[in-house]
């Protein structure tokens, strides 16, 4: 199949979703062709179903056609999930169902539709008193229902979880068009097979999710967050492992590297010392006011301990949110020091942090293109990104070497290629080598059982 889709097709969609949910027009497939990463990909159509029942009718048709579907929500994904690799196939794009439809504050949950944006279902549950945890740094440009299929995670997550710890219940739209509903308000649940956790992560090939129920926690009530500079990268990423050996568990435990300080620092001017080999954020928060303070007190007395050169507790509001600006800028700042960058976001054991550090500087130094690195280090889930610039061959080609590299430095540890981001396209060569022939096979075993004509988000995750 080629780019372009019969009008006769066209038609059968504007039938089920309203001629101004389809559209065809290159202009339009363009802005569809692309997600966080460099992967790009055309579709012959996009359909913006407003309902389940349309979700349902367009996926019969195309099960009907055998026309491939890939679900997409703002697109944000780093793993090139939602890009139409092909370049045939419907994009079935979720972004307006974007209606939070029950905030139930005596059982604490949340019913939302699948293209509601994440920072939109927060605010609007914390107007409530209630707390919806996940915090990605993509968080006001992601959906509810992307962060699920990516079982999507934050900073928060160290002491909060991720997403998928949320999900009670979920509408998903099987691969033949019939409605399955998994879960429901009770806190408690075996019967049968865990069918909810099975869609978290399974990034758009097993079922489009349209609805979910989430679980919410108390807002906490009080927060103190603190920045600590190091003159040194190793005793920075030894601190992580300080810091929770004492029993803390502080909502937030980030490390960034001097290479992404430097591009955050000239993008955002906020007077952050460049002259660091590294800087931890780590924030602590819950309903008592002293033991919150007590927490972030002995956090600075172990970044102390540790060899941090400074330590600085936000003092207000606006000192916090600069702090945070600049974590959530790292991604965006790091144009200014190449045009391209691959970030990967392999998680280790948090033992092995400071190894694995060290092995990716190795890896930067031996390759000659820089290694930016920051993440959620209290999790042992760390973004090292290379900067390159992809229209010079022969950097191409080292990215592709020091990728392998990452990955294999973070498997020889007992770690794992993806913490938040999933497998897509680009971690396709990598699945096997990660999980083993059996996890492989189990895992296509579940895809071809829900999705038999292998018209679900096909050519992800698997090698064909
Ligand atoms: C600057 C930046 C920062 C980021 N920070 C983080 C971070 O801190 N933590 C993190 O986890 N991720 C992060 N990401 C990655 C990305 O934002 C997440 O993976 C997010 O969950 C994707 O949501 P989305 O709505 O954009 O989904 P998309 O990118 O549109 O899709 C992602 C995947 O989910 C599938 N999908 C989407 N919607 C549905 C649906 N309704 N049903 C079934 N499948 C669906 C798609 O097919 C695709 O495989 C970041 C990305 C950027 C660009």
Redesign the pocket.
Known sequence: MGVGMANRMIEELAKIVGEDGVLSTPEDLAVYSY??TFAEGTPQAVVLPKTTGQTSAVVKLAAEARIPL??????????A??VPISNEGIVVC?TRMNRILEIDTVNTTVRAE?GVITAILQSEVEKEGLFYPPD???IR???I??????N???PRCLKYGVTGNYILGLTVVLSDGRILKTGGKPIKDVTGYNLTSLFAS???TL????EALLRLVARPLHVKTALADFDSLANASRTVNAILAEGIVPATLELVDQTAIVCIEEAMHLGLATDVEAVLIIETDGSDESAVFREIEAVGRICRESGARTVKVADTEEERNGLWKARRSV??SLARKAPNKLGEDITVPRSAIPAVVERLREISSQHGLPIAIFGHAGDGNLHPNILFDKRNPEQWAKVKLMMGEVFEAALSVGGTLSG???V?VLKRPYFEKALGPVSVDVQRRIKQSLDPLNIL?PG?MFED
């Open positions: 997600d966080g890939i679900p997409r929500g703002m697109g944000s994904g780093l793993a999930g939602s979720f699948a990605p740094s993509s440009h992601s959906t229902g992307g962060n699920i299929a990516c999507a995670g934050g399974s990034e758009g079922g489009l999710i349209t991604g965006s938040e981001h999933g897509g988000n992800k």
